[in-house]
């Protein structure tokens, strides 16, 4: 893709140009195709942060997305980005009060007794106001910025020609930066459709009220009002507590069920998403906890959320058990079975396995209280991109969640041990048979039965093939390019000596026999040839021996 068919002339495009030449010309030089390839970096990540800041909502969630990829990028960088919040001024209201009484389908008094026309937050994607129901319940009413879903689309166009094109750099070979646009635009049309988080809360909501390592009442979710949400706009229950991590916080909690209660029941929650549901909450990051005066919690934005299918998230909770016997041969054929490789590579399996269990070892030597085990998984993940596996996105959310979680818990309770405490949940899990076992018996049901059905037939046409000697059998040999090249310049040097020699015995046949002195000359001029040649294939090979 050329450079032109991408800055295509169009006032967003130019202005693109603008604020990534002002903060860091020489990576832009490189995605114009001006710097050595071969030296192709990010900008630095307070550098990259205030570019993705400045270039406007989109970039804002492409770095929030590539804050749950540790597989990609450093520690600094996650640490940096996950931290990127929009610096947006909130849209006037005289712009928000017509498009909000067109979203609702009845003027605004109708639906609210009272309603706060200045903003309480202001985000890339939506504002948020304070407002009071007819019955009196006080709400949190979010509203899609007006003129964002055009921004989107726009930015979305050129976000995938910058991706095409950052693909040709060695970056490239790297990255999947077009299946990271495709990643970002995804998210981004989830989170302009409110109806999409609207159903979040409430499909978390009935996980936590089915938990059975959750109280009732001590972990739950803001109340939907479905009759005035949509779309465009969002109604919620007001929420008046206090951040997780805040003094007023930790003594609600004391003196309502406990910090280690809380600390377990929110562990307890997160374990049955992760590997019950299949469906969770990607970022409990502290500010989307909060505390209420009876000790009760309150888990907010269900926005960012991961899903994995039923083979996955079997999978995962293998993959976990594993890790944690330090079983580096089973967690390597699950970890290749979460993460398969492109179609084209071909993984060193021995070389991974004892990467893993190098990595394992590392880790578990120490004791489970000591052991981070969202760093630990972040390190798993970049092996594993390493080793050639392609890591979906969902495993840097349930990263990105660990990440959070574990650093709530260990702030919360200094005793606190993810590893530690989350191994006997586990073990709860699978001996009160709570992993959906008719799920795992249907499965088991049709995988025999697709076998039954197929096993004849496929042993009919291998007797068939064997009966009619049209059996063939296909080896791929590896290893054979090597020799390949090996034999041709043998074989190319062999030709050499081969001419070096017939030069020479012309040579001397033409000045034995020659009686005039042209003759002579040719002959002294293919005897000289002859010896330049000799020389030059002797230095050849005593260089390539030396290599």
């Known amino acids: 893709m050329s450079v032109l068919s991408v800055f295509d002339g169009s006032a967003r495009a130019l202005e693109i140009v603008k604020i990534v030449s002002r903060h860091e010309w020489s990576f832009l030089s490189q995605l114009l195709g001006r710097g050595d390839s071969t030296e192709t970096r990010l900008p630095l990540p307070s550098v990259l942060c205030n570019l993705l800041t400045d270039l406007g909502p989109v970039y804002v969630k492409l770095g929030q997305l590539l804050s749950t990829r540790p597989d990609l990028l450093s520690d600094d960088y996650i640490s940096a980005l996950s931290r990127l919040q929009a610096d947006v001024p909130p849209v006037a209201w005289k ?17 609210f007794a009272h309603f706060q026309s ?7 994607v939506g504002q948020v106001y304070g407002a009071t129901l007819p019955q009196g319940l006080k709400v949190a009413v979010k509203v899609l910025r007006p003129g964002i879903e055009d921004q989107v689309k726009e930015d979305g166009r050129l976000l995938r020609k910058i991706a095409a094109l950052a693909a040709s ?20 049309e989830r989170e302009l459709d409110f109806r999409i988080e609207a159903e979040n809360t409430k499909r978390l909501q009935r996980c936590l009220e089915q938990s059975a390592f959750v109280p009732s009442g001590q972990l739950r979710l803001p109340h939907v009002v479905d009759n005035l949400s949509g779309q465009r706009v969002l109604v919620l229950e007001w929420i008046e507590g206090e951040p997780i991590l805040t003094p007023a916080a930790r003594t609600a909690l004391k003196n309502g069920p406990g910090v280690e ?21 990607a970022d409990p990051h502290p500010g989307n906890l909060k505390v209420l005066s009876d000790g009760s919690v309150i888990l907010l934005d269900a926005g960012m959320v991961g899903v994995f299918d039923p083979r996955t998230r079997a999978n995962l909770l293998d993959l976990v058990l594993a890790l944690i016997n330090q079983d580096a041969a089973r967690a390597t054929d699950l970890l290749e079975q979460i993460a398969p490789p492109a179609q084209a590579v071909k993984v060193d399996r ?21 052991l981070n085990f ?39 309770n200094p005793a606190f041990s993810f590893t530690g405490e989350m191994q006997p949940l586990v073990a709860q899990l699978l001996a009160r048979s709570v992993m959906l076992p008719q799920e795992r018996l249907m499965q088991f049901g049709l995988d025999l039965r697709n076998l039954s059905l197929d096993s004849p037939r496929q042993l009919s046409q291998l007797l068939r093939r064997f009966s009619s000697d049209d059996l063939t059998f296909a080896l791929q040999l590896e290893g054979l390019e090597s020799l390949r090249k090996t034999l041709d310049r043998l074989s190319q040097r062999v030709s050499l000596a081969i001419l070096v020699a017939a030069l020479l015995l012309s040579a001397t046949l033409m000045a034995s026999l020659a009686q005039q002195d042209l003759l002579r000359d040719v002959s002294e001029g293919l005897f000289i040839g002859a010896n330049l ?10 260089r390539s021996n030396r290599r």
């Open 169 to 188: 750099t060695s970056l490239g070979s790297q990255v999947d930066f077009v299946g990271l646009a495709d990643q970002v635009l995804a998210a981004l």
């Open 533 to 542: 040649f000799g020389l030059w294939l002797l230095v050849s090979l005593l």
């Open 95 to 111: 712009e928000v009060k017509p498009y909000l009484r067109r979203e609702l389908g009845k003027p605004i008094d109708q639906c």
């Open 261 to 281: 209660a809380t600390t377990k029941a929110l562990l307890g929650a997160f374990v049955e998403q992760y590997f019950v549901e299949g469906f969770f909450h």
């Open 118 to 124: 200045k903003p309480i937050a202001a985000g890339s």
């Open 350 to 370: 021995q070389h991974l396995q004892r990467q893993l269990d190098q990595l394992i070892a590392s880790n578990f030597s120490k004791p489970l209280e000591e």
């Open 374 to 412: 969202a760093l630990f998984l972040a390190n798993l993940l970049q092996l594993a991109n390493r080793a050639g596996l392609r890591v979906p996105g969902t495993m840097g959310l349930f990263v990105k969640s660990v990440t959070n979680l574990e650093g709530v818990g260990c702030t919360l």
